[in-house]
């Protein structure tokens, strides 16, 4: 199961296709046309998405790639129903414990890479309102000024515009619940204290076999934290690994003949080829 949006695996999904997998890569909700009919929005929600999913495909169980947001879903998938889970390849983002304990600890030098995140999130109108002026420039810009050279073609950027101009909207709501949960473990009516956790319990740490690949160049997301991920606090796993590479925050795109060989060996690896 490849989670964000369908035109983020155009190259993954005929390649495993062909060596006989059965790839599903669904929208998100809030993303293309899966416009959501509830307002309703959280990340055990999301999972509940995707199980229903999967229980409509008749799968008990898959194998769960995401990047980006695609990567929060499918943590959540892997530890509310790691019975459902037969391994997790996260690209691009680290376990979010991991991720909201280094940006809160680091504060106020990691804003660079998470003040368009708070800004999303806390200021949602503005937010649009920026993005969408002239023909989605800033969005463009954000986007493509964050890639390496060449990595997304006149075409996709076309498509994205469309894609943006469809759901910009419910794609923010999901910066305002993430914004929230950043900041909830400096709230001081937070019972569970400084580092609230991602449900309420102490750090969950992901109890199946994680593939954690990180971009070197990330303008977003600290390559520092590979090796903070999979540590047992946060991957419990013995067969789990980080790897750095030489890109940015768009991996499945600027290198995905070495996320599939990643994979695929870390398929092999954890035996569920």
């Not at 993954?12 to 997998?21: D, E, V």
């Not at 309703?40 to 947001?69: A, C, P, T």
């Not at 023909?135 to 076309?158: D, I, M, R, V, Y």
């Not at 695929?264 to 080829?273: P, Q, S």
């Amino acid at each position: 199961m490849c989670l964000l949006d369908l035109n983020r695996w155009k190259e993954y999904i005929p390649y495993f296709a062909n060596k006989g997998y059965r790839v599903i890569a669904p929208d998100l909700r809030g993303f293309n046309d899966s416009i959501p009919t509830s307002p309703r929005m959280s990340f055990e929600v999301l999972v509940e998405d995707m199980v229903g999913l999967l229980k409509k495909e008749n799968r008990q169980e898959v194998i769960v790639v995401g990047h980006d947001w695609g990567t929060v879903v499918g943590l959540g998938l892997s530890i509310l129903q790691p019975e459902m889970t037969k391994g997790f390849v996260s690209i691009n983002v680290p376990h979010l414990e991991l991720y909201r304990r280094h940006n809160l600890l680091g504060l106020p030098f990691t804003l660079r890479k998470t003040w368009y995140f708070l800004f999303f999130g806390l200021l949602t109108s503005v937010a649009h309102e920026a993005l969408s002026a002239r023909q989605w420039q800033w969005a463009t810009w954000f986007l493509f000024g964050s890639a390496n050279p060449k990595t997304f073609s006149k075409q996709e950027l076309q498509a994205h515009k469309v894609f943006w101009s469809k759901s910009m909207g419910s794609m923010l709501r999901w910066y305002q619940m993430g914004a929230m949960w950043f900041l909830r473990g400096i709230l001081p009516w937070q019972s569970n204290g400084f580092l609230a956790s991602f449900w309420n319990d102490g750090v969950s740490p992901v109890v199946v076999p994680t593939l954690l690949l990180l971009g070197s160049h990330d303008i977003y997301v600290d390559p520092k934290m590979a090796g903070l991920s999979i540590s047992r606090e946060y991957t419990a796993h013995p067969v789990s690994r980080g790897v750095v590479m030489d890109a940015t925050h768009w991996l499945p795109q600027e290198v995905p003949h070495l996320c599939i060989r990643e994979m695929e060996r870390f398929f092999e690896d954890a035996g569920i080829v």
